[in-house]
Nanobody
Framework: QVQLVESGGGLVQAGGSLRLSCAAS????????MGWFRQAPGKEREFVAR???????????EFADSVKGRFTSSRDNAKNTVYLQMNSLKPDDTAVYYC????????????WGQGTQVTVSS
């Protein structure tokens, strides 16, 4: 069983920045694919970013078009934590942000966090 705990959400003005953290349990965190998703009120959950282990110390990051150039993703395997750095935030980024973990070889995300609210004021 893997537990995911997000933190770092809050209220920020447009143009500001926030860094979300997702702390995971599990002895093989370094091999997990870690994803970030968000869900705004009245909308479906959407993909934001993904950080995929490709072998050794190499990870591949992917981002939704809506956040490319503004968001970055990193991970600290020593802390079992993945981060989502969000810059140049827009009101449209307002949502509950979730992290998710896919175990090595899993075709889908196996575990989800409880979510953290991000609100961007105009």
């Amino acid at each position: 069983q893997v537990q995911l705990v997000e933190s770092g959400g809050g209220l920020v003005q447009a143009g500001g920045s926030l860094r979300l953290s997702c702390a995971a349990s599990g002895p093989t965190f370094s091999t997990y694919t870690m994803g970030w998703f968000r869900q705004a009120p009245g909308k479906e959950r959407e993909f934001v970013a993904r950080n995929t282990w490709t072998g050794g110390q190499i990870y591949y990051a992917e981002f939704a078009d809506s956040v490319k150039g503004r968001f970055t993703s990193s991970r600290d395997n020593a802390k079992n934590t993945v981060y989502l750095q969000m810059n140049s935030l827009k009101p449209d980024d307002t949502a509950v942000y979730y992290c998710a973990a896919a175990l090595r070889g899993s075709p889908e995300y196996d575990y989800w966090g409880q979510g953290t609210q991000v609100t961007v004021s105009s």
